[in-house]
């Protein structure tokens, strides 16, 4: 595959795509940028259930090569639980912040992770409970975030919208409801994707570069909103979606994974 060369970049968003764009500038200057990356959606396909995604092999040691080429300036920003969002990578260890931020593997291997209170954990078995005759929906167990999964029966979002709304009230101040694809979360209200990708710029060897982010739902937004207020550029996986920060658009995860697999040569 051939990417041409891009334009002068006097854009409005979404005009272009991002996959000339995007290879060009990491040709030409890796040692300028860092790249923020979302997983589910982004680089992993979309499943039914959060326990079906499928890693493609040749992956992981893409992003390893990738990584190196940047100076180790690649991290994943995700709202899975960092554990699990690691073990999808394996045997490499990148930078992570997990459950949108609230978690934090650092580059220097330092480990910031949110760890459920007794009242959350009484919490996520009262909605297990209260879901339990919810044919579609799953309940995904975060650790220190709960969601519910509802893309096996659409239908059932008028449900559980009131319901993720009655059970954040009982969470408290220090949590907050996030709308993805097909999912609502509660999760800590700490943090968000736009405060990790900053808290990565602060320290080597992302200080000093610009940020490029690319992710594919809402949750992604706020790293959107970073990128762009630091000059950097980001970039939503899927089509032009209106009221968007993002400024350009890959067409599918396959495409970004086609771009790092030529990447990391």
Partial sequence: ?????????????????????????????????????????????????????????????????LSRKLGGAVALVT???????DKLFTPYQFPIAGLHGAELRRADGRIEQAEPTAQFETLKAELRKETSGFDGVLIED?????????????????????????????AGENWTLQRGKMVLEIRPASADKGHAVETF??????????????????T?????HVANRLGGHSIRVGAPLSGTAAQLTLPTAVALRELIAHLAV
């Fill in 220 to 224: 992604d937004e706020a790293m959107f």
């Fill in 142 to 170: 975060k650790g220190a975030a709960v969601a519910a999964h509802y893309r096996l029966a659409p239908q059932r979002q008028a449900e559980l919208e009131p319901l993720m709304e009655t059970f954040l009230a009982k």
């Fill in 201 to 218: 710029l602060s320290e080597a060897p992302f200080a000093g570069r610009r940020p490029i982010a690319i992710g594919d739902d809402i």
């Fill in 79 to 85: 709202g899975r639980a960092l554990p699990y969002a």
């Fill in 1 to 65: 595959m051939s990417y041409p060369a891009q334009p002068s970049r006097t854009l409005k968003p979404q005009q272009v795509s991002g996959t000339s764009f995007l290879f060009n500038l990491l040709r030409s200057s890796a040692a300028d940028w860092a790249l923020f990356l979302d997983i589910d959606g982004t680089l992993i396909d979309l499943a039914d259930t959060p326990d079906g995604i499928v890693v493609p092999p040749a992956l992981p040691q893409q992003l390893d090569q």
